[in-house]
Every structure is written in structure tokens, then in C-alpha cells.
């Protein structure tokens, strides 16, 4: 600064504290002696700023930018140089200083932002190292420069952890909340094979996931099975055993024992066991298409299946074809013996694309060439005109089971439903002996096939529900054509009331439920809600004390172990063959985030709105449309998938025989 601005810049300020340069002591906290060494103070004579004396730098710079004064006693003054030019600049220019803005995020804000995009990955079953590709940084850099996303380490590992604390704690209290709990659990391997044991809970907007274990070298023997299911049944109901309803599981014989073994703990006695109806229906549709006559047309419909996927070219020389007919193209489903209704869809596929198939036979020349491996082409010209009728015949036989699959799959399916769909299949099948004699034995009512499969699926639980059920009341005066559900009825009365005397209170009654007396009158409320169980139950319970809260038990039970099965879908999805590194705990975390965010994501929806969400339909599985059948049997057209067919047996792992898995 030149010396004449040096001097007029110090002649605006006055000096408030001369320096002291001689060093002094002065006593601070418990230090005795500080040597101090004061600077010189003024201030602005215009506003009475204060600054150092000696720093005329920062004197100047006050002058210019911030002093409100100093211009209207220059201009008074007429006094101009450089720095009242400066100053008039300045304030010309609005009075601001140029700033340079460096992007910042707050810490905490970016750790909130952290956990947002890392629940990307585990809601939608995503990679861990989505945000470490380029294309990711700049795009993420774009919405805002401060942030750097996590890297894989970090998805994986602490923001996992937070991500599934924080989710427990709610699923935790949406458990607390619930007035039943029901237990859903089943056995199934992972993509390592690595042996996994899941269990769910099964609530009014879907089931949540609570574990998936790896039992590692551990039989799944009844005892063992017993012993586990024990612990995290105390687990569950947090030592509040009166809390737990039931336990759902399929109906091999290890778990029907385990049942009857853990009626033996005196905490768990008053839990229903319920065998899963789903798995029940599945294992009688492959006991049908293995009867001799059945079997030879769904291995012919088979073979034309895997005879296009083992051929892309011709599949491709198909689909066009398709194209040409039904404008778009069509799907042809594989029949696996482990996945739930494949058989049926199969042969469903095969007949929506017969033209197109009989058209690909002909104009390919498909059968002089032998294009197709497994004598597809030949059964597909069905010369003798036998394979294209009895698959149209297999297909109406089967189609009301196949329904009756889809219906115990759906969330308002309840126990009072299980025997009439048994039932409505039964008069179905015996219909149908007329046109397969080979039905008659398997039809018999004692010792076939189906009486034995129904046995073992119809339990005392089912007998009271189907009874039970509003709708059906007067069918219990047909209960002298039935000696056996009599039986099972009082059985189960018995077992669930909590002394002899309570069992004869709810006879009693249930006595007055059938004929419409005492608590159970017609003109009572309940009776206008008979069209749902469950409501008439609980309206019912404001008079009955002993048969109502009984009831109110059995119709919020769930009648299948279907969330297990999906719960090893899901498993399946995220585990992938491009992701087999996953642990087993790990892979269990991202299972409970996947499925509980969703479960958890419809509850917030219906609380908000519930008026407008029961009227959103449910979505079945089953309800795909073409386009994403052939994307689903694209997915199928690896060679792994191909060799997993050739190498299906047909006792599988549905086997009832097996003492343990």
C-alpha cells in the first residue's frame, strides 16, 4: 500500500490501547506466571469498529466493503483518492464480495444418504457394487459434487448391518402388535447347498421373514427339528407362550412327527399344527400325472418343451411363427417336479401353441429332417392322432386342481376351506372315471391313492374349521353321515380347551351356534357378518366366552406354509449364481430386508388409506401375462436348467418316506 493511503486509511481510525511491549506476568487457571505481550487497539472513528492498530490492511478493507459511513463523510469532505474510489466501485457493484462456493455435505447428511441409496441394493436385490462404476460416480456427482457414494465394503457391510437393525426394530414392534402369532417354517437348500432352515411369520398384510439358519451338518431329524422350532417359537413370543397360535409346515412324515412331539412340551400344547394344504394338493397332482396313462402324455408334452430348449434355432424359427398366428409369442413351460404347478402349465403351453406347433412340423419338414432331439417332430405330428386329444383330456382333468392349488395359495384362503376344495376335487375326479378307467382304483374309498392322500392331509383342525365356518353351519346336521368327522370334531374340542369342563362349556356351545339359541340367537349381530369367519367370530365373541375365542384362533391361522416357499424364492434371487459368495447370514440379512420393507411398506399403505387399498386386487403368482412367460423361459434356456431336467427323479425331494431331510 503506497504511503499516502497509509496514512489516510490510519487517520480514519483512533487509537483506543497503546501497545505494551514489555513483557508481564499475570496469573491464568494454575499456571503462576504468563508472559503477555498486548497489541495496540482501535477503532473506526465512522462506526466504532474495533481492529488491531497495526493492521492497516484489514483498516482498508473495512473502509471499502463494510464501513456504512466512511463514503457520506468523504463526499461530504470532497475528499477523493484510491480508496474512496474503491469504495464508490464497490458499492456500485451492490456492495458483495465475489464468494467462491465449495460444495459441502454435512456429515451426518451424507451418512443418511449413505444408507438411502445402499437400501437400493437390498430392496431391489442389487449388486453391492452398483455405485462403484463410473457411469454411477459422474451421474451421482451431477445431483450433487460433495457426495461419494459407498463402495461395495461399505453396502456390504456397516450399512447392511444399520439398514437391518433399524428394520428389526420395526418389524419387532409390528410383532408385538399382533394379537396371534402364527409360525410358518420349512427346509430347502441354497444355490451353495448349503442346508437352510427358514422361518416366517404369517400376518394380515403378508408374511414377515424372521430368520433363515444354516443347520450345516445338523439332521433334521423330529427331535432335532422339535428342539429348534422350540427355541424360536420362545424367541418369537419373547417367553409369552400363550401368544403363539400355530405352526405351519408341509406334510412330510419328519414334521408330522415333529408335531406330535412338540405337543408333548407343556407350554406349546395349545398351538395348532397345521400341515400345508398347498404342498398336500401338489403331491395329489403328482400322484395323477404318474398313473401310467397320465405319465406317458406329460412325458410326450415334455419332451417337446425341452426339445426347443435344447434348440434355440428352431425355438427362434417357432417363435416366428407364433408371430405370423397369434401375433405375439408364446411361452413353453417346463414341468418341474419342485415347483408348484409347473405340471399343469406345461401342458397348458404346449396346447395354447398347438397350431403353431403342428405349422413348424409341417412347413420345417421337421420330422424327414429331424430337427427336434426326443422325437419331438413325431409327436408333434401325432399321426395317429392320439397325443393332441388325451393332452386336451389331461388338461380339463387337471384344471380344477390346479385351481384348487392356486385358491390355498391366496392370502383369504382360511382352515374352512381346505376340505371343501378336497372335496370338490373328489367329486371331480370320480366324474371323471367314465373317461379313465384307470381313475377307479386310485379313486377307491379305501386304500386309493387319494383316500390316503386325504387322510393324511385332514386333520381334526380342518374338521372344526369347515364346521365352523359360518356359511356351513347347517351341515352339521349331516354329521351322523360322518361318523369319522364327528369324531374329529369332539376330538378337537377336547384337545384345545384348557379342562374337561371347559370342552363340555364350548359343545355346549357349539350346540347353540347350529341351532341358533342362547348366545347364539338369530337376531344377534354376528349373524349379519356370515360371509366372513373371521368378523362373525369376533362379534360373536362379545356373548360366547368359550367356543368364540376358540374360533377367533382357528380363523386367523393361516392354512399353508406357502411364505417359506417364497422366502426361498426371494433367497433364490438374491443368492444367484453371479452372487454365490454371499454367507448364509448374510444372504439372511438381505432376505429380511427384501421381504420385510414390502410387508412392512403395504401396512404404512393401508394405514394411510385402507379404504382405497382393499380395493386393489390382489396380485396371485400365477397371474403373468405372455410377454413375461417368455422372459421367464428365456431364463430357462441355460444348459445347466436343461440338465436339471434330464436329471429329475420322480420320487424327488417330496418323498414322504424320509425319516429326516
Avoid at 401368544?243 to 395348532?272: A, G, I, Y
Wanted: hydrophobic residues 35%.
Amino acid at each position: 500500500m503506497a504511503r499516502p493511503q497509509l496514512i489516510f486509511v490510519r487517520h480514519q481510525f483512533k487509537t483506543t490501547a497503546k501497545p505494551n511491549n514489555t513483557p508481564g506476568n499475570k496469573t491464568v487457571c494454575h499456571f503462576d506466571t504468563i508472559h503477555t505481550n498486548f497489541k495496540g487497539q482501535a477503532e473506526c472513528k465512522h462506526c466504532q469498529r474495533p481492529f488491531a492498530d497495526s493492521n492497516t490492511t484489514r483498516k482498508r478493507k473495512h473502509l471499502v466493503e463494510e464501513c456504512p459511513r466512511f463514503l457520506d463523510y468523504t463526499r461530504a469532505n470532497g475528499i477523493r483518492n484510491d480508496v474512496t474510489r474503491d469504495a464508490t466501485a464497490f458499492q456500485a457493484k451492490g456492495g458483495q464480495q465475489k464468494v467462491l462456493n465449495f460444495p459441502v455435505l454435512a456429515k451426518e447428511e451424507h451418512k443418511s444418504i449413505d444408507l438411502a441409496f445402499a437400501n437400493v441394493c437390498y430392496v431391489q436385490a442389487l449388486p453391492f457394487a452398483l455405485y462403484e462404476s463410473e457411469a454411477m460416480k459422474n451421474a451421482l456427482h451431477k445431483l450433487h459434487p460433495a457426495y461419494k457414494p459407498p463402495n461395495r465394503k461399505a453396502v456390504g457391510g456397516p450399512l447392511l448391518t444399520t439398514s437391518y437393525n433399524s428394520l428389526k426394530l420395526q418389524v419387532l414392534a409390528t410383532v408385538a402388535r399382533l394379537d396371534f402369532l402364527n409360525v410358518i417354517s420349512d427346509e430347502s437348500s441354497n444355490i451353495n447347498g448349503s442346508r437352510i432352515f427358514n422361518t416366517c411369520l404369517h400376518t394380515p398384510q403378508g408374511a414377515l421373514h424372521w430368520t433363515s439358519q444354516d443347520i450345516a451338518a445338523k439332521r433334521l431329524t423330529a427331535e432335532n427339528v422339535a428342539t429348534t422350532l422350540r427355541q424360536l417359537m420362545h424367541e418369537i413370543s419373547n417367553g409369552e407362550y400363550s401368544r403363539l397360535n400355530s405352526l405351519s409346515t408341509d406334510t412330510c412324515d419328519t414334521m408330522l412327527k415333529t408335531h406330535w412331539l412338540m405337543l408333548q412340551f407343556p407350554e406349546l400344547k395349545h398351538v395348532f399344527f397345521i400341515p400345508c394344504d398347498s404342498h398336500g394338493l401338489q403331491l395329489l397332482v403328482k400322484d395323477i400325472v404318474n398313473l401310467p396313462v397320465f405319465k406317458t402324455i406329460l412325458d410326450q408334452a415334455q419332451n417337446i418343451a425341452k426339445a426347443f430348449k435344447k434348440s434355440t434355432l428352431q425355438l427362434a424359427r417357432l417363435r416366428d411363427i407364433q408371430k405370423d398366428i397369434y401375433g405375439k409369442p408364446k411361452s413353453l413351460c417346463l414341468s418341474v417336479i419342485t415347483r408348484w404347478g409347473t405340471q399343469f402349465r406345461l401342458i397348458a403351453s404346449v396346447l395354447n401353441s398347438k397350431e403353431a406347433l403342428r405349422r413348424y412340423a409341417t412347413s420345417h419338414n421337421a420330422v424327414v429332417e429331424k430337427l427336434l432331439p426326443y422325437g419331438a417332430a413325431n409327436i408333434i405330428d401325432d399321426q395317429e392322432q392320439r397325443f393332441w386329444p388325451a393332452l386336451d383330456r389331461l388338461r380339463e382333468l387337471l384344471d380344477p386342481v390346479d385351481e384348487a392349488v392356486r385358491m390355498s395359495e391366496s392370502n383369504k384362503s382360511h382352515l374352512g376351506t381346505v376340505i371343501q376344495r378336497w372335496e370338490t376335487i373328489a367329486r371331480h375326479l370320480n366324474a371323471n372315471i367314465r373317461y379313465f378307467p384307470e381313475l377307479a382304483t386310485f379313486m377307491k374309498p379305501d386304500g386309493g391313492t387319494f383316500s390316503q392322500r386325504f387322510a393324511r392331509q385332514i386333520t381334526p383342525i380342518h374338521v372344526a374349521a369347515y364346521y365352523l365356518t359360518p356359511k356351513n353351519r347347517q351341515l352339521s346336521f349331516q354329521l351322523e353321515e360322518h361318523p369319522d368327522y364327528r369324531t374329529k370334531l369332539h376330538n378337537f374340542f377336547v384337545q384345545y380347551s384348557s379342562s374337561p369342563e371347559n370342552a363340555k362349556l364350548v359343545e355346549k356351545e357349539y350346540v347353540y351356534y347350529v341351532t341358533q339359541r342362547g348366545c347364539f340367537e338369530k337376531t344377534e349381530p354376528c349373524w349379519e357378518q356370515e360371509q366372513n369367519p373371521n368378523d362373525f367370530w369376533l362379534f360373536a365373541s362379545l356373548r360366547s366366552q368359550h367356543l368364540a375365542p376358540l374360533c377367533l384362533r382357528l380363523f386367523n391361522a393361516p392354512c399353508n406354509s406357502v411364505p417359506s416357499e417364497r422366502a426361498f424364492s426371494i433367497q433364490n434371487i438374491i443368492h444367484s449364481k453371479v452372487r454365490n459368495r454371499l454367507g448364509p447370514a448374510k444372504v439372511d440379512k438381505l432376505t429380511y430386508i427384501y421381504m420385510n420393507s414390502r410387508v412392512l411398506g403395504l401396512k404404512s399403505t393401508l394405514d394411510q388409506s385402507s379404504a382405497d387399498a382393499q380395493t386393489q386386487p390382489v396380485r396371485s403368482p400365477y397371474d403373468l401375462s405372455e410377454q413375461q412367460l417368455v422372459e421367464m423361459e428365456d431364463e430357462l434356456l441355460e444348459d445347466e436348467a436343461i440338465r436339471e431336467m434330464d436329471m429329475i427323479e420322480e420320487d424327488s425331494d417330496d418323498s414322504e418316506d424320509h425319516d429326516d431331510y
